[in-house]
């Protein structure tokens, strides 16, 4: 497997040009965010991504974790990348300083995670949901859950879960059986969980979970599930930790990849119930929950990218070594690497044009998510709101079906030993698979797209974003000559408009177009957001800006996507008009 270098040039021409970065370091609360300090982050972050994480991401494959007398062993190297990672201050980059951290920006964050799952997916699980355990609890914990937890999920010393699913639930959250009985000041939790990412494990004192339950008297269904703080310890009044909870990991899953990422099976309440405290309201846990399941899926969304450019990195390495066969155009005896062959560079441009539009994606919701929290203008914070509840369904699905793709393609460029699992191809693929799956399949994020985010407004987010589109046309520079943008906008109104006219006479209709839809939107915005790339190279040429090579590569780069791409987006067409078919074809002959 070969190693990983932080694209860091790449990464701050998207954070600049497409996430707005240096707009987003103007509103309040972001006014110390300078270009030195951004460089410094991102600079240190590639140091310890490429250093320390990346060569573990072999070793956590081949080793695993394990589970001994319920206490589960990391590979080698862990607990140390961890410690290394937690004595940066890296789990607090955007939290607030109020509770010990940077409060840099949510799109300067966004890059820096990239770099850990980049470097190793599986290690990089941890505190990735650590992260969403201290925003839920920064906007919905108690003064009292703040003041024993939230200090230490920033800071890294503890770590943070989400518990969501049981074995006869899955994603239907309605059907969860876990129980919370009041007990005083606290309650009860009896029950089990399953697929649950980093529930035990040995590199931090303590694992704070965030466990969905139900009171004795709830209503049925989604509207009678709480929300519990239920820690692995005990924590005193003083903040030392107490004795033992009643919870245990009592197995770990088998998984096609991610190995050195315990995925477990826990049980709450063997012994009389797992003392946790109430998050938020009482049967309003789910409205709670999606604070950090929306924050887990714009992750996962950048996992797509992170893995696809890691296949990428290696199958270009492979595509320059590897020699074979005589390409088109080579002199006579001429021995050259595949990375020669027509169809070999075919695949590598695709791979690096996939990871630029879903990393121009990825970041650009995650500047939305800035100025949601940070525009001073109420209107202008909805505004920004309601895009990037439109996106994160699209970054979460689009961009890790992208990188299943990528990550696939990079075995088909290293050929038959791509299949042979010591060069390491196979892995990132193996890992990749797993995240168009979790924090809701990528069809239930379809569903959201076209059942919540563009019926509650009757398509005007959406409507939004296409008009900003449109303006944005003439200010291309001519990177839309050849109208695949237009034409992509164009698909993208009449779908929009379609759905929602379907919807009205036949929900199960325009549901059954929701996934054709949403590759549809995922497209064309990143479509739109390689044109703006191309468009600020092109500016950065005219003005003598250094670094020509990379330019042209980012221009001829957004050429490509428009071409092989961005052109097959009208082709979606069809099949988002075609639900009718799927729902009316006979369940007994499929």
């Known amino acids: 497997m070969s190693g990983y270098a932080a694209p860091l040039t790449e990464m701050r021409f998207a954070l600049d040009e497409i996430a707005g970065l240096p707009e987003i370091a103007k509103l309040p609360g972001y006014e110390n965010v300078s270009a030195d300090v951004v460089d410094a982050v991102l600079d240190e972050a590639a140091k310890l991504a490429s250093n320390v994480i990346a060569p ?30 937690a004595g940066g201050g890296w789990s607090g980059l955007s939290a607030s300083p109020e509770h ?47 003041r024993r937890y939230l200090g230490r999920l920033v800071s890294g010393e503890w770590t943070g879960t989400m518990n969501l699913t049981e074995p006869q639930a899955g994603s239907d959250l309605g059907a969860l059986r876990t129980r919370a009985v009041r007990e005083g000041d606290h309650y009860r939790v009896t029950g089990q969980k399953i697929f649950i990412t980093w529930g035990e494990h040995d590199m931090a004192g303590n694992v704070v979970h965030l466990v969905l339950a139900r009171l004795p008297d709830a209503p ?30 009592v197995s770990l899953e088998h998984k096609l990849g991610i190995h050195a990422s315990p995925t477990c099976v826990m049980s709450y309440g063997d012994d009389g119930g797992a003392i946790g405290t109430l998050v938020g309201e009482e049967n309003h846990g789910l ?10 899926r714009l ?19 492979y595509a320059r070594e590897r020699i074979q066969g005589k390409p088109v155009g080579a002199k006579d005896g001429a021995t050259l690497p595949i990375v020669h062959h027509p169809d070999v560079r075919r695949m590598l441009l695709s791979m690096r044009a996939a990871n630029e539009a879903a990393r121009a994606l990825a970041y650009y919701t995650a500047g939305e998510a800035d100025r949601a929290r940070r525009l001073p203008d109420a209107a202008q914070r909805a505004r920004a709101q309601a895009r990037l509840d439109l996106l994160t369904p699209v970054v979460k699905a689009w961009c890790t079906d992208l990188g299943v793709e990528t990550a696939s393609t990079g075995i088909q460029v290293h050929g038959g030993i791509g299949f042979i699992e010591e060069t390491g191809a196979a892995q990132h693929w193996r890992d990749a698979r797993i995240a168009p799956i979790y924090e809701g399949t990528n069809g239930i994020q379809a569903n959201d797209l076209v059942g919540r985010k563009l019926l509650r407004d009757r398509g005007a987010a959406a409507a939004d974003l296409i008009a900003e589109m449109r303006r944005t046309l003439t200010q291309l520079d001519g990177h839309d000559a050849d109208g695949h943008l237009t034409r992509g906008v164009d698909a993208l109104e009449r779908a929009t408009a379609a759905l929602i006219a379907t919807a009205a ?23 739109w957001l390689m044109a703006r790339s191309a468009a600020a190279a092109t500016r950065r040429v005219q003005t003598n800006a250094a670094n020509h090579p990379f330019l042209a590569a980012k221009i001829a780069t957004a050429r490509f996507y428009a071409e092989h791409r961005l052109a097959q987006a009208p082709a979606l067409l069809p099949a988002i008009a075609g639900g009718a078919t799927v729902m009316g074809f006979d369940l007994d002959l499929i």
């Open 100 to 146: 010990g951290g940077q409060g840099l920006p949510i799109a300067l964050d966004a890059a820096v995670n990239e770099m850990w799952m980049s470097a190793n997916l599986a290690w990089s699980l941890c505190p990735m949901l650590s992260v969403g355990a201290s925003e839920l609890l920064e906007l919905l914990g108690t003064p009292e859950q703040k």
């Open 505 to 527: 006479s036949d929900l199960g209709a325009a549901l059954a177009g929701a996934e054709p839809y949403l590759r549809l939107l995922g497209t064309v915005a990143s479509g």
């Open 56 to 85: 573990l991401n072999r070793v956590g494959d081949t080793e695993k974790t394990r589970l001994e007398n319920g206490v589960v062993r990391t590979p080698t190297g862990f607990k140390e990348a961890y410690r290394a990672y």
């Open 287 to 296: 409205e709670a929950m999606f604070i950090m399941m929306n924050t887990a």
């Open 299 to 317: 992750h996962v969304g950048l996992q797509g990218v992170a893995i696809g450019e890691r296949a990428y990195q290696q199958a270009r390495a």
């Open 220 to 249: 049925a269904g989604n509207k009678g599930i709480s929300l519990f703080l239920v820690p692995k310890f005990l924590v005193n009044d003083d903040g030392s930790l107490g004795m033992r909870n009643d919870l245990r990991c």
